[in-house]
């Protein structure tokens, strides 16, 4: 192997083709003095969520619009497990403070062929059921967080 392979290289080698680490980028294409301060790095994942989030109405904001979140599951199935994650996204102090009234069910039965089912009714009266045992719990989030939204929306024209 030649020697020139075990050199430092130089200062002109742009860093984004190197970079510290494989989960982060840099933003500058040299590498300098000044430019190894943490504040000038950007992390893939943290735009990921970002993007989520912008997608998806959160559970705080969802549950003023809501009055009853019924959910029926067995605990042990795997199946359930999108139920279960709903669940613990409905139930948080943000959520709670938000809707003080709003009234959350639960029934757990040992059938593990019965579905999973989530039942959620509106402000206005509107009633959705969703059967969750081959859907994500993003999408639960989604389709709740429509006709949420609408509300919202018509509670911003109002006011």
Known sequence: MPQWAFLPLP????????????????????FGPGQTDPATLISPASSIVTRINT?????ASMSKFLTQ??????????????????????????SLAANPALKIVTDSHADLTKPSTIQVTYKDGKTLELKTDDIKVNDVLRQVGKHAKKLQEKEDATA
């Not at 860093?15 to 500058?28: C, E, N, T, V």
């Not at 997608?55 to 559970?59: D, E, N, P, Q, T």
């Open 11 to 30: 200062r002109t080698v742009p860093q984004l083709f190197f970079p510290k680490s494989p989960s982060r980028m840099w933003l500058s294409p040299h």
């Open 55 to 59: 997608v998806v109405m959160s559970a």
């Open 69 to 94: 979140v019924k959910v029926s599951m067995a605990p042990f199935s795997p199946s359930s497990k999108t139920a279960k994650i709903f669940l613990s996204r409905i139930i948080t102090n943000d």
